[in-house]
Nanobody, 115 residues
Framework: QVQLVESGGGLVQPGGSLRLSCAIS????????MGWYRQAPGKERERVATITSGGSPIYRDSVKGRFSISRDNAKNTVYLQMNSLKPEDTAVYYC?????????WGKGTLVTVSS
């Protein structure tokens, strides 16, 4: 099993920044990908950014140039740096990992972009 705990969400004004963190614990071997998804009210969950083992990060078009995903292997933590935030970025952000036995999700952290 893998446990994921997100942190760092909150209320921010348009143009502001936030950094989300996802602490990964449990059986972390054989994780093939990790990343972030989000779900806005009334909308489907969508992939925001993913980083794979040995691969380059992948971003959805609407966040390219504004968001950056990174990982700290020593801390078993994945981050999402979000800059130039827009009201349409408002959503619950979920940490996600893929492993040989399936997908794992955190409980989510709410990001609200509003003036």
């Amino acid at each position: 099993q893998v446990q994921l705990v997100e942190s760092g969400g909150g209320l921010v004004q348009p143009g502001g920044s936030l950094r989300l963190s996802c602490a990964i614990s449990g059986s972390i071997f054989s994780i093939t990908a990790m990343g972030w998804y989000r779900q806005a009210p009334g909308k489907e969950r969508e992939r925001v950014a993913t980083i794979t083992s040995g691969g380059s990060p992948i971003y959805r078009d609407s966040v390219k140039g504004r968001f950056s995903i990174s990982r700290d292997n020593a801390k078993n933590t994945v981050y999402l740096q979000m800059n130039s935030l827009k009201p349409e970025d408002t959503a619950v952000y979920y940490c996600h990992v893929s492993r040989y036995d399936g997908d794992y999700w955190g409980k989510g952290t709410l990001v609200t972009v509003s003036s």
